[in-house]
């Protein structure tokens, strides 16, 4: 199985429990190696943990590294703290990732992605499939068959 296959499916399984939607943006950030607690910034400004090594994204947010699963939930972490405007600006002007960049694109999708579950447009049953619709290699490349 791909990164981007067990991000989706570790968005499933966080779905069932039925947590409050920040608590559940705030878990997804764990599979980053992001903590709950008062840590938390400790380990997003320190990059987290690659717990979900491997590749599997869609081409224009793949950067040629085993990372992207840990930067889209790191990024979810962040952006579900400190909202999206601040993330975004973290994001280009501390991590020095280009907005036409795959790590900037993907960012971009993690910031949305969090704006569509707070908001209630994305129920948390659906991140998964929004997920393997927006970011996986292997559901993009299906659809095209």
């Not at 997804?28 to 943990?49: M, Q």
């Not at 939930?73 to 280009?92: E, K, P, Q, S």
Request: charged content about 30%.
């Amino acid at each position: 199985m791909d990164a981007c296959t067990a991000l989706a499916e570790s968005i499933d399984r966080l779905a069932e429990r039925g947590y409050s939607s920040r608590r559940f943006l705030k878990e997804l950030g764990r599979a980053a190696g992001v903590r709950r607690g008062p840590l938390w910034l400790t380990d997003a400004a320190s990059g987290g943990r690659n717990r979900l090594r491997g590749r599997g994204f869609h081409p224009t947010l793949d950067d040629d590294t085993e990372g992207q699963a840990r930067h889209f939930a790191g990024t979810v972490a962040v952006a579900a703290r400190l909202g999206g405007t601040i993330t975004r600006w973290l994001v280009v002007h501390v991590l020095r990732d280009s907005p036409d960049s795959p790590d900037g694109r993907l960012s971009d999708e993690a910031i949305e992605f969090v704006r569509l579950v707070r908001s209630g447009e994305l129920a948390q049953t659906d991140a998964a499939g929004w997920v393997r619709r927006r970011l996986c290699h292997a559901h993009a490349a299906s659809e095209t068959e």
